[in-house]
């Protein structure tokens, strides 16, 4: 029977999965979706996505292809995805793609965006979506911080450890700062992009700025722990609610 490689966009919700990855006794994101093209069109799919995001991290756009039977209409599969996972997952577009299309590693680009805030300026409906903080960050002496990790680099030192990945060098493309319109110097947007992203490293990476900025750290940290990389060194995590994987470039 004659397949179809589908390239599919999509947004989710992160604080309502345990995870991007399919796990046998948990809900997860590409578990949920796999369930439901299974259930409804009686396909065994295996999503692959331009990356893997935690457990509480959201995303603005996931891309993901997958290859299904030609016969089944992508506009069916868009509605079906819609219905059963409304207010937790929404297709944007779905579309056939190239053969040879991998959401993976035909992608030239990730973007993710980080959102913190003053903690007394969050309401409860945004404690999922928004990382809290107990002082006000200037966005430019951030921006100063955030730009050593600008350049390509072996980021062992800003990585969980990961069987699945084997080579911790990345690029990071461009760091940009900058006040949200909204609440003004109250939220600080931070977004990076790259050209691929280690287990857990952008939460890392601005685990580790906060640290600095607040004198938790030395200002050369970031520096030496890209000069000296160590998988098995210390790791300051941010907190996942203010993460977003923003926008994946082809």
């Known amino acids: 029977m004659e397949k179809t490689n589908v390239k599919m966009v999509y947004q989710y919700d992160g604080s309502k999965f ?124 951030f921006q100063e911080i955030m730009n050593d990790f600008v350049g390509k680099y072996d980021f062992s030192s800003f990585m969980k450890k990961d069987k699945a990945y084997r080579n911790p060098v990345r690029e990071i493309f461009y760091v940009k700062c900058y006040y949200d319109e909204k609440f003004g110097e109250k939220q600080v947007n931070v977004e990076i992009c790259g050209n691929g992203f280690l287990k857990t490293m952008v939460r890392i990476m601005i685990g580790s700025a906060l640290a600095v900025y607040f004198g938790k750290e030395e200002k050369d940290y970031i520096r030496k722990r890209l000069e000296k990389p160590d998988v098995d060194g210390k790791k300051i995590l941010a907190a996942s609610e203010g993460l977003y994987l923003y926008k994946v470039s082809y």
């Open 18 to 141: 345990c995870g991007f990855q399919r796990q046998n006794t948990i809900k997860t994101v590409q578990g949920e979706i796999e369930k439901i093209i299974f259930r409804t069109f009686s396909q065994k799919i295996n999503m692959i996505s331009s990356g893997r995001t935690d457990k509480g991290v959201h995303a603005m756009e996931q891309v993901s292809n997958f290859v299904i039977d030609s016969k089944i209409p992508l506009e069916a599969i868009k509605r079906q995805i819609n219905k059963c996972l409304r207010r937790e997952v929404k297709v944007l577009s779905i579309e056939k793609a190239d053969k040879k299309f991998n959401a993976r590693f035909n992608a030239k680009s990730r973007t993710y965006l980080y959102i913190m805030r003053d903690e007394e300026n969050i309401t409860p409906f945004e404690s999922n979506y928004v990382t809290g903080l107990r002082k006000s960050v200037d966005v430019e002496r």
